[in-house]
């Protein structure tokens, strides 16, 4: 029986979502994920939450226990993860409020463990494959619930990886778009490299909020920005991903 692990973002998180909802706490090698494990039923089908940043989003980007994240669904027997995510646009046609249904990453993060791997058995080096980070039959999936529902959504879509806390310069965002990013955020590279480490399938629904500052007819993002957009369209996120756990073979 497949258990799903739901990754939440920022305001993407909302553990109401389950039936019979019980939190289950996990230790790991890395240390203690970023959230009590939240384990319940969705549609019959066996889902457990974990809040990316906490609960209560206290914990920075470069901070995140990524590999504690990864760790701990795993070991709880997730067989396959979906994520959410926020991310600013640096594409005019990607609108605030549309969902991108991602398939390939730049990362452009400093700081932070990004492998499971500390070390090589000899003569054994571990060199995970990354050409398409992100699984197609469950990016398939998130693409048919979004047509299902009729929400405005791009089948593609590169996402670059920032360190953070902070937002992008104006020339950083510019020289994002002549990279050949679409979108921007904080966490997906790392939680997307651990994932195919850890040899769990892995697709991500991204949420525009923005517009990142390479568009200068509006002024730059605020957190208060995003926060509007977030409750204005959290729903359509949650929709997709109870479309897409019932799908999910058994």
């Not at 969705?42 to 590999?67: C, D, F, Q």
């Not at 997730?78 to 990607?94: K, M, P, W, Y």
């Amino acid at each position: 029986m497949p258990v799903i692990g739901i990754i939440g973002g920022s305001g993407l998180d909302n553990p109401d979502i389950l039936d019979s909802p019980a939190d289950i706490e996990i230790d790991t090698p890395y240390g203690k994920p970023n959230s009590t494990l939240r384990k319940g039923l969705v549609k019959g089908r066996e889902v457990v939450i974990l809040a990316r940043h906490g609960r209560s989003h206290t914990m920075p980007p470069t901070w995140v226990n990524y590999r504690a994240n990864i760790w701990s669904l795993k070991e709880i027997g997730c067989t396959h993860i979906l994520a959410t995510t926020a991310v600013g646009s640096l594409r005019a046609e990607i609108k605030r409020g549309d969902l991108v249904v991602l398939d390939q990453f730049i990362d452009f993060t400093r700081l932070r463990p990004m492998t499971f791997y500390e070390r090589f058995e000899p003569h054994v080096p571990m060199h995970t494959p990354m050409a398409d980070p992100f699984d197609e039959t469950l990016r398939m999936e998130l693409i048919a619930a979004c047509s299902h529902f009729g929400y405005d959504h791009h089948q593609t879509g590169t996402v670059i990886t920032i360190e953070g806390p902070r937002f992008s310069t104006r020339a950083e965002s510019n020289m994002f778009r002549l990279w050949g990013a679409d979108v921007i955020n904080m966490s997906l590279a790392t939680e997307t490299i651990l994932a195919s480490e850890a040899g769990i399938p892995y697709a991500a629904v991204a949420m525009s909020t923005d517009y990142d500052c390479w568009k200068t007819d509006e002024p730059p993002v605020t957190w208060d920005d995003i926060l509007t957009i977030f409750k204005q369209n959290a729903e359509k996120v949650t929709n997709v991903l109870t479309r897409v756990i019932a799908t999910i073979p058994e």
